[in-house]
């Protein structure tokens, strides 16, 4: 089945700063990737998401690229502020296989003021 | 619109006992998925449902299992409770297969 592997566990970065987390799939056939932030004891909520006919897509201070060919795909947070800091979670699911989402382990992101 | 709304948000259970998670989606969405969040195992999939059928369905035991209602509201029962199933059982709702899905908050089951 589908595997996703997420780097780094943990980072740190000063306020203004870029952060940059990876994520690497198994399936080739895997061929959306959304991503999501999870604050303290809150629910994970989606913050951006691509799908394997587009590269790279931005949303303001944030941009995902997707390379199929290596099979990894990346989250970039531009000029990080406090509120950033929260646990990324990357994942992966297949066409035809309905909802079903696989999961990166996560990083905390911390961002220092 | 109303978001993922999950049913209680805590429950304290016995080991042997069994429970029951409620979950309504947004308005609209057909398809609710389940998932156990725990922090050795992270986020993992134990089911969906579309249109009151499991579409799919993760590697957990039997013990897990689900069902749909015709207003797509879900609940997902866990018979003969375990310590290791103590987790954060989250629902997400998706309007239709591959779309955006949108969590609950999530219910906090604690196995004693």
């Known amino acids: 089945g589908e595997n996703v592997e997420q780097h780094p566990s943990t980072l740190s970065v000063q306020e203004g700063d870029s952060a940059v987390i990876k994520c690497t799939y198994s399936?080739?056939?895997?061929?959306?990737f959304p991503w999501y932030k999870q604050e303290l004891g809150k629910r994970p909520q989606l913050i951006i998401d691509?799908?394997?006919?587009?590269g790279e897509k931005k949303d303001q201070r944030i941009a995902v690229t997707l390379n199929k060919t290596a099979k990894h795909f990346s989250l970039h947070i531009t000029e990080t502020q406090p509120e950033d800091s929260a646990v990324y979670f990357c994942?992966?699911?297949?066409?035809?296989?309905?909802?079903?989402?696989?999961f990166g382990a996560g990083t905390i992101l911390r961002v220092k003021s | 619109k109303a978001g993922v709304t999950q049913t209680p948000r805590y429950l304290i259970k016995t080991r042997g006992q069994q429970v029951t998670l409620s979950c309504s989606p947004i308005?609209?969405?057909?398809?609710v998925s389940w998932y156990q969040q725990t922090p050795g195992q992270g986020l993992q999939f134990l089911f969906e449902?579309?249109?009151?059928?499991?579409?799919n369905k993760g590697n957990f035991p039997g013990r897990f299992s689900g069902r749909q209602f015709s207003n797509s509201r879900s609940e997902m029962n866990v018979s003969t409770l375990e310590l290791g199933d103590s987790a954060l059982y989250l629902c997400?709702?998706?309007?239709?297969?591959?779309?955006?899905?949108?969590f609950g908050q999530g219910t906090r089951l604690t196995v004693v």
């Open positions: 308005s609209g969405h057909r398809s």
């Open positions: 449902y579309f249109s009151e059928t499991q579409r």
């Open positions: 997400a709702s998706s309007q239709t297969g591959q779309a955006e899905a949108f």
């Open positions: 691509i799908r394997s006919n587009v």
């Open positions: 994942a992966a699911s297949i066409s035809g296989y309905g909802n079903k989402l696989v």
């Open positions: 399936d080739s056939a895997s061929n959306y």
